[in-house]
């Protein structure tokens, strides 16, 4: 069965870095496209970040700049640097996969950035 697994959230002062990461099992990872998303509650889940199978990548508007996706197929994991942390940038952040048709999720990993 497909599992991701977040790791990497914390507390934060704005203008501080976070690496969050996702390891993923149970597909296909090299082939896959991965996602990061986040959701704060009351509010929809938003795509922050995005990777394809070929390292194609795209950013929400408001973190692009700040934050850095990327993949190691080697270790079957997808990374989001955050630097510049801004307050808004507190949620749940989940891991995503889609493959095949079907999305994945990952359980999620609280980023809380305040002062």
């Known amino acids: 069965q497909v599992q991701l697994v977040e790791s990497g959230g914390g507390l934060v002062q704005p203008g501080g870095s976070l690496r969050l990461s996702c390891a993923a099992s149970g597909i296909s990872f090299s082939v896959a496209r991965m996602g990061w998303y986040r959701q704060v509650p009351g509010k929809q889940r938003e795509l922050v970040a995005g990777i394809t199978s070929g390292a194609s990548t795209n950013y929400a508007y408001s973190v692009k700049g700040r934050f850095t996706i990327s993949r190691d197929n080697a270790k079957n994991t997808v990374f989001l640097q955050m630097n510049s942390l801004k307050p808004e940038d507190t949620a749940v952040y989940y891991c995503?996969?889609?493959?095949?048709?079907?999305?994945?999720w990952g359980q999620g990993t609280q980023v809380t950035v305040s002062s």
């Open positions: 995503n996969a889609h493959f095949f048709s079907a999305d994945y």
